[in-house]
């Protein structure tokens, strides 16, 4: 989310675009959405993507609005390398996601390599473009531009 944020023109700008238009949908819950507010109001952050705080909160009741609201009753911890991004792992399983998107990949290996894995593709944000038939067009970027 921070890239596509920060970005114009990259793929993680584009999967927001995707997900803006009912392409993609996004897997919330209380946990990621506390998650991404914590991480997109950092100073540094906010000065990258040229947001206010309050411009965040909107975005952040937008995507809400627009996103799957999944209540993780089952936990699979510990199932990846990085304990800090299990809370998405609980909402893609509960979830039934057909993909984790992230930079990250290697925060995603599975905790134990015993272990097969989550069962659900973890890719980056060009992987989950090659998957789609759909491109935005002008007007659905200039529909998502920040003012």
Do not use: C
């Amino acid at each position: 989310m921070l890239s596509g944020l920060m970005s114009r023109m990259g793929a993680s700008r584009v999967i927001l675009i995707a997900a803006w238009e009912g392409v993609v949908t996004p897997l919330v819950s209380l946990s990621t959405l506390l998650e991404y507010e914590a991480v997109l109001k950092r100073p540094g952050n906010l000065i990258a993507m040229g947001l206010s705080r309050a411009e965040v909160d909107r975005f952040l009741d937008q995507w809400t609005a627009l996103a799957d609201w999944v209540e993780p009753h089952f936990s699979w911890r510990p199932s990846i390398r990085d304990p800090d991004d299990e809370l998405f792992v609980d909402v893609a399983l509960n979830g039934a996601a057909d993909m984790i998107v992230t930079f990250n990949l290697r925060d995603f290996r599975p905790a134990d390599d015993r272990h097969p894995g989550l069962g659900i593709p973890v890719g980056r944000p060009g992987d989950v473009l090659g998957r789609l038939e759909w491109r935005p067009s002008a007007t659905s970027l200039s529909a998502f531009r920040h003012r």
